[in-house]
């Protein structure tokens, strides 16, 4: 599977930006996606994915404040509201092309990635 993040940007704090992520080769009917990032200096951690389903779950840290979701071709968007500084990071999307049922915030269960795009929170 083929991913193609765009969306990123440079937004002050409180301000909002919407990624996407084009796909391209998804064909399974199980399969988890998601939104994955990486600050400077930090391991790559899970911010949201969703499956087929769809299920969702989302890190702690943007509970309230991001929305995954996707559409019937499979691009995958994540709205992020009330940005603040510490969301600043590269964003990756990421797809498992089977085994929809465990989906999770692990990157390790996943397979296929984007090559990212950076999100800049700063005053």
């Known amino acids: 599977v083929q991913l193609a993040e765009s969306g990123g940007g440079s937004v002050q704090p409180g301000g909002s930006l919407r990624l996407s992520c084009e796909t391209s080769?998804?064909?399974?009917?199980?399969?988890?996606m998601g939104w994955f990032r990486q600050a400077p200096g930090k391991e790559r951690e899970g911010v949201a994915v969703?499956?087929?389903?769809?299920?969702t779950e989302y890190a702690d840290s943007v509970k309230d404040r991001f929305t995954i979701s996707k559409d019937d071709k499979n691009t995958l968007f994540l709205q992020m509201n009330n940005l603040k500084s510490e969301d600043t990071a590269m964003y990756y999307c990421?797809?498992?092309?089977?085994?929809?049922?465990?989906?999770?915030?692990?990157?390790?269960?996943?397979?296929?990635w984007g090559k990212g795009t950076l999100v800049t929170i700063s005053s």
């Open positions: 969703i499956n087929h389903v769809p299920w």
């Open positions: 080769g998804l064909t399974t009917s199980s399969y988890c």
């Open positions: 990421a797809v498992r092309d089977y085994g929809g049922a465990f989906c999770g915030l692990l990157d390790s269960g996943m397979e296929d």
